[in-house]
């Protein structure tokens, strides 16, 4: 029922919009209320805190479907979902929890701000600071390429409270978005996703009382690793989404286009193109699933959520571009709906880990 009704919205809702969102790299307003109308932005809030209850795998199912309509509009669903409410949900306070989880329900957008010029796959080479003075922390310093910043009511931001521990420094602090002193900047003009908005957030002397901190002093390193290893499933889902969308575009194309006096479809060249299409897709598909139920069984899943990461987004860089090839020459243009999906996958080799950041998780985990 979860799965029908999201694929009803996406295709109802999101397919009319998504051009004109993408022609000018803004998430329309009546999507994002739409999402939270639908409870698609608290997928696993508690039910004594408004939300649905669901699971991390309804949060996957979620994000696959939005992104087989619109991959950059599934971004802003997956950050709030399997990053922001998650690492609130396992390490937040009763307090923060009551604080936060409702707002993040019904309206608030959440954003992850980890990311820094010299620290991208080197995640914890952070220079961002939080000086403590009295009950509170002061935060300077400058965080990139955050999604959702332009939308977010509150940050998850990673600073270094003593650069001498090195990782063991780095602290995650809750940071509504009207602290004086963090300014969010211009939106990045992206190749792909451009409905979901990519800025700098920058921080000078911001203050937050200790009770923003998210956690313990000096664990936020725990955080990010834990939350990224999950968030790579929901990438996974992500792009499984998007190949199906380019994928189910082509295979309707192919059925319908004729050259030689019948559909494309009837070749066997183009057969066998949808074919191992097909069977790539449902491959992905198998080991996203595999590792969100692992994760939810409380057994080891980072090895597998970093496969099923490197796997997905390889499967659906081929699949979107075999789909501009079905369509062809239209399949180059703005007016196929093909374009944009290929345009779109480059991203899911890059954010959350690079591929060959997975290689590397990977390795260590067949290795261990």
């Given at each position: 029922m979860l799965q029908s009704s999201v694929r009803q919205f996406a295709r109802e809702q999101i397919a009319p919009r998504v051009r004109a969102m993408d022609d000018s790299a803004?998430?329309?307003?009546?999507?994002?209320?739409?999402?939270?109308?639908?409870?698609?932005?608290?997928?696993?809030?508690?039910?004594?805190?408004?939300?649905?209850?669901?699971?991390?795998?309804?949060?996957?199912?979620?994000?696959?479907?939005?992104?087989?309509?619109?991959?950059?509009?599934?971004?802003?669903?997956?950050?709030?979902?399997?990053?922001?409410?998650?690492?609130?949900l396992r390490y937040g306070s009763d307090q923060q929890q009551a604080l936060w989880l409702p707002k993040l329900n019904e309206s608030l957008v959440g954003a992850y701000a980890l990311s820094e010029a010299g620290?991208?796959?080197d995640a914890f080479a952070l220079t961002t600071t939080a000086r403590a003075e009295g009950s509170s922390y002061i935060l300077d310093g400058r965080k990139l390429w955050?999604?959702?910043?332009?939308?977010?009511?509150?940050?998850?931001?990673?600073?270094?409270?003593?650069?001498?521990?090195?990782?063991?420094?780095?602290?995650?602090?809750?940071?509504?978005?009207e602290s004086d002193g963090l300014q969010i900047g211009k939106k990045e003009d992206k190749l792909g996703i451009r409905a979901s908005s990519t800025a700098e957030v920058s921080l000078s002397g911001v203050r937050v009382h200790r009770s923003a901190v998210l956690g313990e002093v000096g664990?936020?390193?725990?955080?990010?690793?834990?939350?990224?290893?999950?968030?790579?499933?929901?990438?996974?889902?992500?792009?499984?989404?998007?190949?199906?969308?380019?994928?189910?575009?082509?295979?309707?194309?192919?059925?319908?286009?004729?050259?030689?006096?019948?559909?494309?479809?009837?070749?066997q060249g183009v057969q066998f193109q949808l074919a191992e299409m097909a069977t790539k897709l449902e491959g992905a598909r198998l080991m996203v699933y595999n590792a969100?139920?692992?994760?939810?069984?409380?057994?080891?899943?980072?090895?597998?959520?970093?496969?099923?990461?490197?796997?997905?987004?390889?499967?659906?860089?081929?699949?979107?571009?075999?789909?501009?090839?079905?369509?062809?020459?239209?399949?180059?243009?703005?007016?196929?709906?093909?374009?944009?999906?290929?345009?779109?996958?480059?991203i899911g080799r890059i954010y959350e880990g690079t591929s060959n950041m997975q290689r590397i998780t990977i390795a260590k985990g067949i290795l261990s």
């Open positions: 803004t998430l329309d307003p009546k999507i994002l209320k739409g999402l939270f109308q639908l409870g698609l932005m608290g997928v696993e809030v508690p039910e004594e805190y408004g939300g649905a209850g669901g699971t991390f795998f309804h949060s996957v199912l979620c994000i696959e479907e939005i992104a087989a309509v619109d991959p950059a509009v599934a971004v802003i669903v997956d950050v709030q979902n399997t990053l922001v409410i998650n690492a609130l620290s991208g796959s955050i999604s959702s910043a332009h939308e977010a009511g509150l940050f998850l931001v990673f600073a270094t409270v003593n650069a001498a521990d090195g990782y063991r420094g780095i602290t995650c602090f809750l940071v509504p978005r664990k936020g390193y725990k955080i990010a690793i834990e939350t990224l290893n999950e968030g790579r499933i929901a990438i996974g889902g992500q792009l499984v989404g998007l190949a199906r969308g380019a994928y189910q575009h082509a295979l309707a194309y192919a059925k319908q286009r004729r050259q030689f006096g019948k559909p494309i479809a009837e070749f969100a139920r692992l994760r939810e069984a409380g057994k080891s899943f980072a090895t597998e959520a970093a496969m099923a990461k490197l796997y997905a987004s390889t499967v659906a860089e081929e699949i979107a571009s075999q789909a501009v090839e079905i369509f062809g020459g239209i399949g180059f243009t703005k007016d196929s709906p093909v374009e944009k999906y290929y345009r779109d996958v480059k």
